[in-house]
């Protein structure tokens, strides 16, 4: 059973054109958030319009990274059979310091999650194209 499982690829993220800045600046090993040019609202997830002020122009500038646990849930029940082998892990909602949300993996024990965990971006290259946000507890 196991053998037929991995035979599964990998499940990838389908790159559209609102969220291309995103995956390039995670290429980079860099955090993105766009942010409006007319009204200054940081906006995540990447959208085509401000949901503050209808501005059609996007801007994107550089997050620090850095952020804190803000919720989290635990996964027992794998989504795809990729997965399979790697349950149970946490997957976390983080608020980084520039107060947008994100959603992403983490590297730590499921036992160290507490909300309020201090955190920082790593980068998991995957392929040529996709590189992951995978934050990790912050030293």
């Keep these: 059973m196991t053998q037929q499982i991995s035979k599964f690829p990998r499940p990838m993220p389908q790159i559209d054109p609102d969220h291309q800045e995103w995956w390039a600046g995670l ?9 409006c040019p007319r009204c200054s609202a940081l906006i995540f ?18 997050s620090s990274g850095r952020g804190k646990v803000y919720s989290w849930i635990v996964v027992r029940r794998p989504s795809h059979p990729w997965f399979a082998d790697k349950v149970p892990y946490p997957v976390v909602v983080v608020e980084m ?27 998991e290259d995957i392929d040529e194209q996709v590189t992951l946000l995978r934050f990790r507890v912050a030293e």
């Design 27 to 35: 290429r980079r090993h860099e955090v993105l958030v766009q942010e």
């Design 45 to 62: 997830p990447p959208q085509p319009t401000c949901p503050h002020c209808r501005c059609l122009e996007r801007g994107w500038r550089k």
């Design 97 to 123: 310091e520039e107060g947008f949300r994100v959603v992403g993996s983490i590297d730590c024990r499921l036992e160290e999650l507490r909300e309020g965990l201090a955190v920082e971006a790593g980068f």
